[in-house]
């Protein structure tokens, strides 16, 4: 079905989410709706955006997974592919999931970002969009920013880990630079990495020095900020600006079912006093809600971040709020399920 979504303001107080129709709002005099045979949701029920998801070709996903599980040893949601991820994002109540593609090898950029131009391209019923990959060795990577900030893609994702270079090394600095100048959001992988351990490429003094370099950018530190590093994210981001993602990071993470070596401590993430600690000094609002799926599963990392002693406005901010702000004005907001500007322009009505 073809997505309708935009706000009306039908009284004072009310804003209501137009979901679908099966019909045209008609207009009174003085441009008050006499009619609307709508199919409504109100504006109050949360707008959920998976900011960090994860998916592979059909072809491909079987066997990136078992590769990738192989390294972390940690459980499986989904199956990886586009439908999968759909598939249980809809059952989680999510509104869009976004996935944000690995380029392990420079010479893949272009055509991995072929097939994020070709999932963007979806039907706006499709809840699943992506941003663009890139790798800072990439040859042709600021031609390839420049086509996808044509493509109406709002951001990219680094992997520093999965790519070997360093977020402060000159070519990350040079990548993120220009995304800065096209205002490219950029979400990395920052931290330590489950599947890759002895991995320092993206440690928060990394992500401290490359925002000192480049200044004031719409940047996503992963994992709340770095995972497995969080005493450092503490001390070395608050005042960056930068923004952080949940995924993957509170909790115990789940082993999978291969004889893996882990011991119940290895297993921790952050509790839950930690995590609102966190939230705390960068402020709800610059915290926004990823699973990481296919290694979580959405209904799940929900009900977890529902489950936290914060206040309402909080969790709907990290659920999606704050997501939909920043991707307004960057991309097509019909294709990208985003309510309209007065949902996170005005305070939403408690009614
Ligand atoms: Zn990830």
């Given at each position: 079905m073809s997505m309708f979504c935009r706000i009306l303001r039908v009284q004072k107080g009310t804003a209501l989410r137009i979901i679908g129709r099966s019909g045209t709002p008609e207009k009174a005099e003085g441009g008050r709706l006499r009619s609307m045979p709508l199919i409504l949701r109100r504006r109050n029920e949360t707008v959920i955006i998976d900011v960090h998801t994860h998916l592979f070709p059909a072809k491909i996903a079987e066997a990136a997974l078992r590769k990738m599980q192989g390294n972390s040893?940690?459980?499986?949601?989904?199956?990886?592919?586009?439908?999968g991820l759909c598939a249980c994002e809809a059952r989680a109540g999510v509104d869009l999931a976004i996935a944000q593609p690995v380029a392990t090898n420079p010479e893949k950029v272009s055509h991995?970002?072929?097939?994020v131009l070709e999932i963007n391209g979806r039907d706006a019923g499709s809840r699943v969009?992506?941003?663009?990959?890139?790798?800072?060795?990439?040859?042709?990577w600021e031609r390839e920013l420049e086509r996808l900030k044509m493509a109406g893609v709002p951001g990219i994702k680094l992997h520093p880990p999965y790519t070997g270079v360093d977020l402060d090394d000159p070519r990350s600095i040079a990548v993120l630079r220009k995304c800065r100048e096209l205002d490219l959001m950029v979400l990395i992988h920052s931290g330590r990495d489950v599947g890759l351990p002895g991995?320092?490429?993206?440690?928060?003094?990394?992500?401290?020095?490359?925002?000192?370099?480049v200044g004031p950018m719409k940047l996503?530190?992963?994992?709340?900020?770095g995972w497995g590093c969080w005493e450092e994210v503490l001390e070395l981001l608050p005042d960056t600006g930068c923004y952080l993602d949940t995924a993957f990071a509170l909790g115990t993470m789940t082993p999978a079912p291969d004889g893996h070596a882990w011991r119940a401590e290895d297993l921790r993430l952050l509790r839950a006093e930690a995590f609102c600690e966190l939230i705390?000094?960068?402020?709800?609002?610059?915290?926004?809600?990823?699973?990481?799926?296919?290694?979580?599963?959405?209904?799940?990392?929900?009900?977890?971040?529902?489950?936290?002693?914060l206040q309402?406005?909080?969790?709907?901010?990290?659920l999606g709020d704050n997501m939909a702000g920043l991707l307004a004005g960057r991309v097509n907001a019909e294709c990208w399920r985003l309510p309209g500007p007065a949902a996170w322009q005005a305070?939403?009505?408690e009614t």
């Open positions: 040893h940690t459980a499986l949601y989904s199956d990886g592919t586009e439908a991995l970002n072929d097939f969009r992506s941003f663009g990959a890139m790798h800072p060795a990439c040859r042709d991995a320092e490429e993206a440690l928060p003094i990394r992500v401290r020095r490359a925002l000192d370099a996503i530190a992963g994992h709340m900020g705390a000094r960068f402020g709800a609002d610059r915290v926004l809600f990823g699973t990481d799926s296919p290694w979580a599963d959405p209904e799940e990392e929900i009900r977890k971040i529902k489950g936290l002693p309402e406005a909080e969790v709907r901010r990290i305070p939403a009505p």
